[in-house]
């Protein structure tokens, strides 16, 4: 029977990646689902974030002056190419980060997704024209490319993140350079070179439009460092956005920070239950509690607080966890470390009077090695210890809450900011929610769980989440940067605000 390393490397040979890339090297990658080591593959050496951003750069000049259109077609063969590599990467996906079937592909999706989106997006550049209040004047707006974009990614979205940023960044006219994080290098290269076979049939793209770096924290900040770097795109933990974003900061560079969340839901007495307690179940379990918008933190109301407890804990207890690739809905977490994160903030959640339901270790038979655990549900009396940071497993902490004014409060009073939602049939509560004395969170839902973002909205999040703003909408401005131009077209040098100067 072919082993999880078997099928990982055939499916990589599929997808591009030689098999001479997977042994030798010095970074061990290991399957989440049993442990095994798939392979051996080499890191970026220090000097060649260096020597990559360079090649960027070179490219970037070339692929400004590529009409945006034009530079829209690039991203469609991206599409097309992910759309014929869906099954293999989606595979890949869940060998690597521990995902079913099914979120696997639903990832390569959000790829093929995006690029659709940024196609379209080539097109609608837009800059104003603005009213000026000089004769014979025009005044607009111009977007331009900012040069190379570096991308950071995190280990549980290992793909499609890297694609919400290189959709647009091409799009908007910039080089790529992009830093996967070390747990999922496997994944990174065959996206990239799924990237290459888009680049070899797109004629007037520049050679090394695109570069990729293997390795972890140190080849990361070689690259925040570098000054040829506009811009950095980085998601992660707040603890990582903290000194990237000083970083970028002190030479004054653009960054989006995509950083850790610490979400909510209130569930109202008017709610719909059943649709409640589906939505609280997927956001809070799913993906094993590793989103970054993974519900950790529920409020419900007093009056049905305890009947809705014991339906979600019946919930919590007829998941199955196992192997995410038989069909398990809980698959693993990512390594032994994060198993240990959990089990810390149980036992400070323990210690500050919660009651834990669930949160054990699950040994699965043929995948001793990975990290399995039931979901946990944490009755809590307060919003104390644990329950203000983000541990990044599934942890559910439940309280209840008497008015929904002091609910909204508590879902505000934590330091991160990202995702956010209500479950409510009342017209008021929905609307306060999502108004200005609502969440605070960049993402404000109602009726729907925290989780699960389509691309066609900004993404991110405020406060310690980092404030940025990725995917949808108009987050491609983060990509560009903005001259306004002022025109004269007339004999005459006017002054804004009647200023005169006559020589
Ligand atoms: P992590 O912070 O450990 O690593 C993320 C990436 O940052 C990796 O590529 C890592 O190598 C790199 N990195 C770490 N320190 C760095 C430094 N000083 N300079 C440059 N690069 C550095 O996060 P993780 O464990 O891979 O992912 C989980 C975290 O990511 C959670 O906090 C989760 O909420 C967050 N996340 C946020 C979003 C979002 O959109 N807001 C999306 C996915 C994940």
Redesign the pocket.
Known sequence: MATLRDTARQTLEQLGVAASMLDGGGLAVRSPVNGETIAHVAETPASGASAAVAVAHQAASAWRNVPAPHRGELVRLLGDELRAAKDALGRLVSIEAGKSPSEGLGEVQEMIDICDFAVGLSRQLYGKTIATERAEHRMMETWHPLGVVGI??????PVA?WAWNAALALVCGNAIVW??????PLTAMASHAVLERALERFASAPKGLSQLLI???????A??DDPRVAA?S????????R??GQ?LAARFARSI?????NNAAIVTPSADLDLALRGVAFAAMGTAG?????LRRLFVHRSIHDSFVTRLKAAYDSVTVGNPLDGHLVGPL?DSD?YHRMRSALDSAATCGGRVHGGTRVVVEGCEGGYYVRPALVEMTSQIGPVRE?T?APILYVMAYDNFADAIALQNDVPQG?SSSVFTNDMREAELFVSASGSDCGIANVNIGTSGAEIGGA???EKE??G?R?SGSDAWQGYMRRATNTINYGRNLPLAQGVTFDV
Do not use: H, Y
Request: glycine residues 20%; contains cysteine; proline residues 2%.
């Open positions: 950071i990614s995190a280990f549980n979205f993140v830093k996967p994080s070390e747990k999922t390795g972890g924290r140190e080849i990361g900040e690259m925040v950095v980085a998601t992660g933990s707040t603890a990582m956005g000194v990237v970083r920070l995509e950083l850790g969340g590793q989103r970054c918008t993974t990512i994060s983000e990044f990202l993404f991110g999040g989440t980092g940025g990725e």
